[in-house]
C-alpha cells in the first residue's frame, strides 16, 4: 500500500480563491509527522508547513492551513486567497517514528493559479 | 544564513562513468538526507547521515550507490559506473536536532546519463 496518496494529479483554481489539495497516508505508527513542500517549477523544494501527529490544533502558517484528520489520515493542504505565484507542484510528506527519520513523498499535486 | 548547497548543479556524463555529488548542509544540521527524484515523480529517499554515520541506508537501489560524511558536514554521493537509468535529480536536506523542524533541501543535481 502507498505510505502517501495525492489522488490530484492536476488543481486548478482562480486567483484569490481558496483551494484544498488532498493527502491520505497509511501509518501504524502513533507518532509521526506530516509535511508539505511547494515545488516551483524552478526544483527547489520549500517547506510550507508541519503537523504533528499528537498535536491537536491543525496547523497554520500564513495562508496554509492543515486540514488534520486524524481518524481518517487525511492532511489536506488549505491555501486561502490563492497567489499567481501559487503555482507550483505540492508534495505531501510523512515522517514515521518519533525520531529523525526519512521523509516519504507523494506524487504530488499540480497547481496552476489563473487570473 | 545559507541554506543547503549541492554541486554541481547540472552534471552530464556518458554511461559507464564515475560521478560524485556533493552537499554542503547548513550550519548546525546534524541530519543529512539524500534524495532521488524522478521526473513527474516525487522524490524517493537514498540515505540518512546523522552525524559521520549512515543511519539508514535501505534506499540506496544498488552497490553502485555509495555516500560519506567523514566529518560530519559535508557528504557526497558517489555513483559507480553510471546507467541511463540513474538519470535523476539528486535532492540534499539538512536537519536540526528539532525532529519537529522540517528538512530544509538543497537546489539539488540534475544528473544526465547519456
Known amino acids: 500500500a502507498q505510505k502517501i496518496t495525492q489522488t490530484q494529479p492536476g488543481m486548478f483554481v482562480q486567483e484569490k480563491e481558496a483551494v484544498t489539495l488532498d493527502c491520505t497516508y497509511d501509518?501504524?505508527?502513533?507518532?509521526?509527522?506530516l509535511f508539505w513542500y511547494k515545488q516551483p517549477s524552478s526544483g527547489e523544494m520549500i517547506f510550507l508547513i508541519y503537523?504533528?501527529?499528537?498535536?491537536?490544533q491543525n496547523a497554520t502558517e500564513g495562508r496554509y492551513s492543515l486540514n488534520f484528520q486524524k481518524a481518517r489520515k487525511s492532511a489536506n493542504l488549505v491555501i486561502s486567497a490563492s497567489q499567481l505565484g501559487d503555482s507550483a507542484m505540492y508534495f505531501c510528506a510523512m515522517r514515521e517514528g518519533a525520531g529523525f527519520q526519512k521523509l516519504v513523498f507523494g506524487t504530488g499535486t499540480r497547481l496552476l493559479v489563473s487570473p | 544564513g545559507a541554506g543547503v548547497s549541492q554541486t554541481p548543479s547540472n552534471k552530464v556524463t556518458e554511461k559507464g562513468k564515475y560521478v560524485e555529488l556533493r552537499c554542503d548542509p547548513i550550519?548546525?544540521?546534524?541530519?543529512l538526507y539524500w534524495y532521488r527524484q524522478s521526473l513527474g515523480q516525487g522524490p524517493e529517499f537514498l540515505i540518512y547521515?546523522?552525524?559521520?554515520?549512515?543511519?539508514?541506508d535501505s534506499g540506496l537501489p544498488n552497490d553502485r550507490f555509495f555516500a560519506v560524511r567523514p566529518e560530519g558536514s559535508v557528504s557526497t554521493l558517489k555513483i559507480q559506473r553510471t546507467e541511463r537509468g540513474d538519470s535523476a535529480v539528486y535532492l540534499c536536506a539538512s536537519s536540526s536536532p528539532d525532529i519537529t523542524e522540517p528538512q530544509h533541501f538543497g537546489d539539488g543535481t540534475r544528473l544526465s546519463i547519456l
Open positions: 550550519s548546525g544540521h546534524t541530519a
Open positions: 501509518t501504524s505508527d502513533q507518532s509521526y509527522g
Open positions: 503537523q504533528g501527529s499528537y498535536d491537536e
Open positions: 547521515f546523522q552525524g559521520t554515520g549512515a543511519a539508514d
